[in-house]
Nanobody, 121 residues
Framework: QVQLVESGGGLVQAGGSLRLSCAASRNILSINTMGWYHQAPGKQRELVATIFSGGSTNYADSVKGRFTISRDNAKNTMYLQMNSLKPEDTAVYYC???????????????WGQGTQVTVSS
């Protein structure tokens, strides 16, 4: 199991930047995949960015070139650097972790509590 705690959300003007953090309760090198999702009011939760155990990353088209996902293994923390923010980036941002069970190879998904990001125009 893993507990995830997000921080770093807030209110920012369009064009500004924020950095979100996701602190994990275990060694993140043992986590297969970590990622950031966002959910705007009345909409489904959507993938923003993913970082795999080998370090490769994947981004939604809407954030490519503006957001960067990274992790600090020593701090067991994942980050999302968000630059050139737009009003449409306004949402609750959640971090997630997928852990593979060693015998069954099935994935268990864990979520943080979410952090609000509001971008004003």
């Amino acid at each position: 199991q893993v507990q995830l705690v997000e921080s770093g959300g807030g209110l920012v003007q369009a064009g500004g930047s924020l950095r979100l953090s996701c602190a994990a309760s275990r060694n993140i090198l043992s986590i297969n995949t970590m990622g950031w999702y966002h959910q705007a009011p009345g909409k489904q939760r959507e993938l923003v960015a993913t970082i795999f155990s080998g370090g490769s990353t994947n981004y939604a088209d809407s954030v490519k070139g503006r957001f960067t996902i990274s992790r600090d293994n020593a701090k067991n923390t994942m980050y999302l650097q968000m630059n050139s923010l737009k009003p449409e980036d306004t949402a609750v941002y959640y971090c997630n972790a997928d852990l593979m069970r060693p015998i069954s190879k099935t994935l268990d998904r864990y979520w943080g509590q979410g952090t609000q990001v509001t971008v004003s125009s």
